[in-house]
C-alpha cells in the first residue's frame, strides 16, 4: 500500500508560477514510476506529466510541454511538478498517482495508488 500526499496548490496570476509535490509512504517508493493528472471542473481527469520510477525518463502532455517540470527525489520520497507560465485553462485539482506495474503512463487505469488531490487556480 502507498499513501500520497499532494501540496503545494494555491491561487495565482496568469504567468505566475506553482511547485506542486507529492510524498509518498508505505513501499519503496522508488519502485514506483509516478505520474501528476489533472481534473477541471466538468472534465475528465487528465494526464499532465510522468516520470519513470529512476527518474531518467519523463514525459508531458502537449498541453504542459515546456512550461511544467516533473522530478523526484527518492531519498526524501517525493515527487514534484514545478509549473510555469500558468494560464487560467490549468486551473483543475492535480492528483498525483504511482504506478508499480508496466502500462501506459498517460492512461489512469494503469496506476494503482491516487493521492486527494490539490487545487491549482489560474486567474487571468
Known amino acids: 500500500q502507498v499513501q500520497l500526499v499532494e501540496s503545494g496548490g494555491g491561487l495565482v496570476q496568469a504567468g505566475g508560477s506553482l511547485r506542486l509535490s507529492c510524498e509518498a509512504s508505505?513501499?519503496?517508493?522508488?519502485?514506483?514510476?509516478m505520474g501528476w493528472f489533472r481534473q477541471a471542473p466538468g472534465k475528465e481527469r487528465e494526464f499532465v506529466a510522468a516520470?519513470?520510477?529512476?527518474?531518467?525518463?519523463?514525459y508531458y502532455a502537449d498541453s504542459v510541454k515546456g512550461r511544467c517540470t516533473i522530478s523526484r527525489d527518492n531519498a526524501k520520497n517525493t515527487v514534484y511538478l514545478q509549473m510555469n507560465s500558468l494560464k487560467p485553462e490549468d486551473t483543475a485539482v492535480y492528483y498525483c498517482?504511482?504506478?508499480?506495474?508496466?502500462?501506459?503512463?498517460?492512461?489512469?487505469?494503469?496506476?494503482?495508488?491516487w493521492g486527494q488531490g490539490t487545487q491549482v487556480t489560474v486567474s487571468s
Open positions: 508505505g513501499r519503496t517508493f522508488s519502485s514506483y514510476a
Open positions: 516520470i519513470s520510477s529512476s527518474g531518467d525518463s519523463t
Open positions: 498517482a504511482a504506478r508499480g506495474r508496466p502500462g501506459n503512463y498517460y492512461l489512469k487505469g494503469a496506476y494503482d495508488y
